[in-house]
């Protein structure tokens, strides 16, 4: 989701996975009303004491059948419809509008560029002739470093052979430092490459298949097509099992291997690093911080072994898969084919101008996100927001100081911490300026590789710089929010404050079970087993007693316990380690915004609506904020590689941790949301 080549060690937590604006007669756009809590997205003849989330949203699941573009539906993917219906309007008056002033031109020119599918299907490859050319004239594996510094930073997501970028210092949260990372793969996740059930290995053949058609459309005969895409899977096949596994990233402390250059050129001498930095135009520095250092040391190895030529056919397929959603039409095809029906289970390409719309999102977010802002957020929502926050943080105040297994020295620094946090809410006080992007209405491969180049450059200029604390890593439209470690911040974009997520229609209740679930979710993320490392200034230091991170350790193990047992799909369990961050976060998020809403409503009595009581409102409300349908096949990828649990154990694993839940529906001890008390599991 993140368009940029910042390294993933910023070990940013996301949470929650993307899956019609109407004009108003007064010519404004306008986000469609959704309520926050919706009796018809129920399903009353389920029990919700034996499955509260089909109870909360069996309706919502019948009334919303996966679109054919899409390989899941939720509540968050519909609003994020919503938010492209919208921008689409704004876009198209960008695009056609006779007087404009700097930013509209550019998004404006940029979406045109790309809703003008004759001009780029007449174009074909020739956008990359340039690089293909490069590559072809290359003349020693030693040459390697100098084109790869070309492409690298061309590239946003799936870095070539490896990731370069800034990172913040893990030691010094004040300092941007060099980062090096493992890349290099086709698939979705290294395990694809390592795992030997029969699934597996037919994906492996139906990948090959894919990077055949690629080659072939690239110009290779069908016999050197298919030969190559068997080197590019052994190659890919070596970097995938050097790489380290998500589970292994999720301990900040295995990725912390700060060296000078010199030491990098020891780990891998074969790769020619003084000009690969040179022609990379980096600033100078004297730390890297590589990741993942056996990566690099396969990397070297395979320097030694392969021929000049297979780098050649590793180059120009990993460019021109990376650039085929920005070609003609077959290579959005073959694209489609492999990742999104294939792997996803989608049915048909999104229409042009939808992927269009996510297109200058991801490329001039800040610049669309501007016009986004101004039609759907206000300086009330924003006060509203940060009350409830203010609300969460107290009461994650009172858990901390209430707390029967942390020792009083521990409770002083976690407090420290919690008062630490910046809440940003719905855009950056300064919006980027892309005024340096060059955009031509006829030339759509070159914009995105021009916007790509800028994103690249700007994080690459970051190195030796003291740390940006403005800085968003998701755009104004995300339906989405997030905690970061190392900045110590929570973060939430206009995007995601809209109904029915946030719905200032509705009573506080279910808003509360919602919204402020969320918000108590990015808080807590600042306590999970991975957040919990880093202090009050995002320094990874270890202000843990040894016995009170014992104790914490117990806990969150009930947690990995208790998921562990989930299925994803058909006989796929779900990954307990992986999703712990956010099953800690979820179970503590919706703790702390029940007693928000306790606390804010202490005075007050709430009575009884549409026969539910505001307890069972403020549930609901929490559990429709993920109703949801997936594709199987999506299931099966996001076990690999989803932080998150799917929908129905996101819901059904909070709830049943929580006695506020069973009183409020009145549940039996033998119920399969109940417990038993003493097996229930609580972190914060
Ligand atoms: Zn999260």
Request: charged share 25%; glycine share 6%; proline share 6%.
């Amino acid at each position: 989701m993140m368009n940029s080549l910042r390294v993933s060690i910023a070990l940013i937590l996301f949470c929650s996975v993307l899956g019609s604006a109407q004009t108003s007669p007064s010519g404004n756009a306008s986000l469609p009303y959704r309520p926050s809590l919706d009796i018809n997205a129920m399903d009353k003849s389920v029990d919700p004491c034996v499955d509260f989330f089909t109870y909360s949203c069996g309706g919502w699941q019948k009334a919303n059948p996966i679109p054919p573009d899409r390989t899941a539906w939720s509540v968050y993917a519909k609003l994020y419809e919503d938010n492209l219906q919208l921008l689409r309007g704004i876009l198209e008056q960008a695009a056609s509008a006779s007087q404009r002033d700097a930013v509209t031109t550019q998004i404006g020119d940029f979406y045109s560029s790309c809703t003008d599918e004759q001009t780029v299907n007449s174009r074909g490859l020739s956008p990359l002739n340039p690089d293909l050319d490069v590559i072809a004239k290359m003349k020693s594996v030693a040459a390697m470093a100098s084109v790869v510094a070309r492409l690298q930073p061309e590239v946003e997501s799936n870095p070539i052979l490896f990731s370069v970028s800034s990172a913040q210092d893990l030691d010094n949260s004040e300092q941007e430092i060099a980062a090096l990372d493992q890349g290099g793969l086709g698939l979705p996740d290294r395990d694809y490459y390592t795992k030997d059930d029969a699934k597996s290995k037919e994906i492996r053949e139906r990948y090959v298949q894919h990077v055949a058609k690629i080659f072939a459309l690239i110009g290779d005969s069908p016999q050197v097509a298919k030969q190559n895409a068997d080197i590019i899977m052994r190659l890919e096949t070596q970097f995938a099992k050097a790489s380290q596994t998500r589970v292994q990233r999720r301990d900040p402390y295995t990725l912390k291997h700060k060296m000078s250059l010199a030491q990098l050129r020891e780990l891998a001498p074969r790769f020619d690093w003084q000009l690969y930095f040179q022609k990379l135009n980096a600033p100078h520095f004297e730390i890297v911080n590589v990741a993942s250092p056996d990566f690099f040391k396969q990397l070297n190895s395979a320097l030694g072994a392969e021929p000049l030529e297979n780098w050649k056919a590793y180059l120009r397929f990993e460019l021109v898969n990376a650039y085929s959603n920005y070609l003609s039409e077959p290579f959005v095809q073959e694209r489609f084919d492999f990742y999104g029906k294939y792997l996803r289970g989608a049915e048909q390409v999104e229409p042009r101008w939808k992927r269009c719309v996510e297109y200058v999102d991801q490329n001039l977010g800040e610049a669309l996100g501007q016009a986004y802002v101004r039609e759907v957020f206000s300086p009330e929502l924003k006060a509203k927001t940060l009350a409830i926050v203010e609300g969460i943080e107290a009461a994650m105040q009172s858990r901390i100081e209430q707390l029967d297994w942390m020792s009083p020295e521990t409770k002083a620094k976690a407090l420290v911490k919690l008062h630490g946090i910046r809440n940003k809410i719905g855009y950056p006080d300064k919006w980027r300026d892309y005024s340096s992007v060059q955009i031509r209405r006829t030339d759509f491969a070159g914009n995105v590789q021009h916007a790509v180049q800028f994103e690249a450059r700007r994080q690459l200029n970051k190195i030796g710089k003291p740390v940006d604390h403005g800085e968003w890593q998701i755009t104004p439209p995300t339906v989405d929010a997030y905690y970061d470690p190392q900045l110590n911040d929570i973060n939430f974009p206009a995007g995601v404050l809209q109904p029915p997520l946030y719905d200032a229609k509705m009573d506080y209740a279910p808003n509360y079970g919602d919204t402020g679930g969320t918000i108590g979710h990015e808080l807590t993320h600042a306590f999970d087993d991975e957040g919990s490392q880093f202090d009050a200034q995002g320094n990874l230091k270890n202000w843990w007693t040894a016995q009170d991170s014992k104790e914490f350790a117990a806990r969150t193990q009930c947690v990995d316990d208790q998921y562990s047992q989930y299925i994803s799909v058909d006989d796929v369990h779900v990954n307990g380690k992986l999703t712990l961050g956010e099953n800690v976060a979820d179970l503590g998020g919706e703790i702390l915004a029940f007693m928000a809403w306790k606390n804010a409503n202490k005075d007050k009595t709430l009575e009884p609506i549409d026969g539910l009581t505001p307890e069972q409102r403020f549930f609901i409300g929490f559990a429709q904020w993920d109703c949801s349908n997936e594709r199987p096949e999506q299931l099966r990828e996001w076990a690999v590689t989803n932080p998150h649990s799917p929908a129905k154990p996101r819901i059904n694993g909070v709830v049943v941790n929580m006695p506020e839940f069973s009183n409020a529906f009145a549940c039996k001890a033998s119920q399969p949301m109940v417990r038993p008390s003493d097996k229930l599991c609580k972190v914060w």
